[in-house]
């Protein structure tokens, strides 16, 4: 790879670029300032000047046929053309003029000659030495190959006092027991070589995005005190083949001249997914992964260099890659529980002033399913609205709203829906808060409102669980289901008619009761069969069938039935509770935003 020539073409470019600047320069530049400064005067001027003794030095060029003179101070430059005058000579000596035929104006020939033709080369000379030497310089040396190609570019942090500690990330607390075994083996190798004991590896860190695996790596470096290099999976793989593996050459020479540092890669599956037996495979992407397979055979166990990986779709890695020897220790970091997710907002909220009444636990049982990033963001949206609104600190409310900005987006200011249109959003809305309420199994309502968001939804009911959910018994599955169809059922039970708004409510409820048959064996007809595997696990979980085109047929009859049911329910209580259902919509109606509280006393009234 040593031999990739260095490409002249650029230099030659830049080289061109500044000759013809310099010359244009000199042809036009150079001549007009010089002529700027010497007045044309006609040959009387000249002699009446002569006459008067006004005339300082005099220099007669005959060979372009003209006078340069200047006046008696030598300030002014003047030039006239020439006559023939045989006089001009005794008139000028009677004047007292010099006339001595020194050149005034001009500069001796050698002198510009030196300045029009020899410094711009030099100059240019110059600039073309000092880019070369730069160029050489960002190439890692004269032997290296040109432009950084085969540089690894790995960003390097090197050990600093305020890097990011474990104490940093929230939550995630079995990921950090896991990790403070390499901390512990980076402080003090010879404990575990005493005992004969080695370090894995590599580690793998999966979950979801947005979990803090990239934080969790940092915060290894940063308990560790030693350099961190970081680079993702994608920067390897370059237009040529080859090159790829060259920077991953490099990443373990200079990781292991740094020894003991911890190396990360990002995104590890843009070049570790599985090598496929199919011709005209990817070749750059699989000499990139065999020379990392390589590398990681290559440096010897406690070595001190720690490799520790990203990536959220483990099941794509090739299995040569996470075999024992290599990323041999994979480390879960899954979405924050709800106790994780209170540590993680107030572990981003020690930056920003809160009120008294901020209740982090409230947050965080209203933000299930989020993310650190998310949480993170909600923080910061709460904040920003906190100053929108002139506040000095963040409030409860700022909070709760950024939520929703999170999860539906921005209030829509101008969407301006029709009186009929709001009657049947509020209908709609309070439909699932009722059939939701109204079956024990289901959590109480948070809050509904019917302000349009810009994610498209016209209004929605957040409801809040009270604790943690680990599982899910059948009859829960069921109310979610009807809760779902509740607001269409609202429509239907009031107006006789339905719209286009349930549409997110149908995808979810057939989403969940296809999974209840194929996958959590809830049906009785498939008992405990797997009808459906996820793929994407970490990535939104998509499901692919794997049984025969008869069972699809069963399974997709199974689904409409069992959604139907779920679907009668709920117009069943909603039918039941028809005076509640009026009163609560038109409360709704007016008020356009409705907390839990004032929810349940209206139905308990
Ligand atoms: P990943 O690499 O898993 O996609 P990152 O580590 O890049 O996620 O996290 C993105 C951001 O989310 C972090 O900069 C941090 O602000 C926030 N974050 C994520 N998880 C946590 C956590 N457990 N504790 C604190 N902050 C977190």
């Known amino acids: 790879m040593n031999e990739v020539k260095r490409p002249k073409k650029p230099l030659i470019y830049y080289y061109v670029i500044v000759l013809l600047i310099l010359l244009l320069f000199n042809f036009l530049a150079m001549p007009y300032m010089m002529q700027r400064q010497i007045q044309q005067v006609d040959y009387s001027t000249f002699i009446s000047m002569t006459e008067n003794g006004q005339v300082g030095q005099v220099e007669i060029q005959e060979q372009t046929n003209q006078v340069i003179f200047t006046d008696k101070d030598n300030t002014a430059i003047y030039k006239t053309g020439m006559v023939n005058d045989p006089d001009l000579t005794q008139r000028l000596y009677d004047s007292g003029a010099k006339f001595s035929g020194e050149i005034i104006e001009q500069m001796s020939p050698l002198l510009s000659f030196l300045l029009t033709w020899i410094l711009p080369i030099v100059i240019f000379i110059g600039i073309g030495q000092y880019m070369s030497k730069k160029l050489m310089e960002r190439a890692g040396g004269p032997n290296s190959m040109a432009f950084g190609m085969g540089k690894s570019n790995a960003k390097v942090y090197v050990k600093s006092s305020e890097g990011i500690r474990f104490s940093d990330v929230a939550g995630e607390d079995e990921a950090k027991e896991n990790l403070t075994e390499i901390v512990d083996y980076l402080?003090?190798?010879g404990k575990y070589k005493e005992v004969g004991a080695s370090m894995p590896k590599g580690i793998l860190l999966v979950g979801p995005p947005g979990t803090g695996k990239t934080m969790l790596a940092k915060a290894v470096a940063g308990e560790a005190n030693v350099p961190f290099f970081s680079m993702s999976g994608s920067e390897f793989v370059e237009m040529f083949v080859g090159m790829g593996a060259a920077k991953v050459r490099d990443l373990f020479k200079q990781a292991k001249e740094k020894a003991p540092c911890i190396v990360f890669i990002d995104e590890i599956d843009a070049i570790g997914k599985k090598r496929e037996g199919q011709i005209g495979g990817n070749d750059e992407r699989e000499q990139t992964l065999n020379q990392l397979l390589t590398e990681m055979d290559g440096f010897e166990e406690n070595s001190g260099v720690i490799l520790l990986a990203a990536t959220n779709r483990p099941e794509s890695l090739d299995p040569a890659l996470t075999r024992p020897g290599r990323f041999d220790r994979r480390v879960p970091v899954e979405l924050p529980d709800l106790k994780?997710?209170?540590e993680i907002l107030k572990v981003h909220s020690k930056k920003i002033k809160l009120g008294p009444d901020v209740d982090f636990g409230k947050i965080a049982r209203m933000a299930s399913g989020?993310?650190?990033?998310?949480?993170?963001n909600i923080i910061n949206e709460a904040a920003l609205r906190?100053?929108?609104?002139?506040?000095?600190?963040?409030m409860q409310a700022d909070l709760e709203e950024s939520i929703e900005v999170v999860i539906a987006g921005y209030q829509k200011k101008n969407a301006i829906l029709t009186d009929k249109e709001k009657r049947i959003v509020a209908y709609h809305e309070i439909g699932h808060a009722l059939v939701a309420a109204m079956q024990s199994h289901s959590a109480p309502v948070q809050k509904i409102t019917i302000v349009p968001r810009t994610s498209g939804a016209l209004g929605y009911t957040m409801q809040v669980e009270e604790g943690e959910h680990y599982l899910m018994s059948k009859e829960e599955i069921e109310n979610k289901i009807a809760t779902l169809t509740g607001g269409r059922a609202a429509e239907e039970v009031v107006f006789g008619s339905v719209t286009t708004g349930a549409s997110n409510d149908i995808e979810q409820a057939t989403k969940l009761s296809r999974a209840m048959i194929t996958r959590y064996g809830m049906?009785?007809?498939?008992?405990?069969v797997a009808?459906?595997?996820v793929t994407n696990q970490y990535?939104?979980?998509?499901?692919?069938l794997a049984c025969s085109a008869e069972t699809q047929t069963q399974i997709d009859k199974q689904v409409v039935t069992l959604v139907k049911k779920q679907h009668e329910k709920a117009r069943q209580i909603l039918t039941d509770n028809r005076q509640k259902l009026d009163e609560l919509a038109k409360?709704?109606?007016?008020?356009e935003t409705v907390t839990g509280e004032e929810f349940m006393s209206i139905l308990n009234a």
């Open 340 to 342: 994780g997710r209170e």
């Open 187 to 189: 402080h003090n190798p």
């Open 539 to 544: 990535l939104g979980g998509d499901a692919s």
């Open 587 to 591: 409360y709704l109606y007016e008020k």
């Open 531 to 533: 009808m459906e595997t």
């Open 370 to 376: 989020a993310s650190g990033a998310e949480l993170a």
């Open 386 to 394: 906190a100053v929108r609104s002139g506040r000095k600190a963040v």
């Open 523 to 528: 049906s009785e007809e498939f008992d405990m």
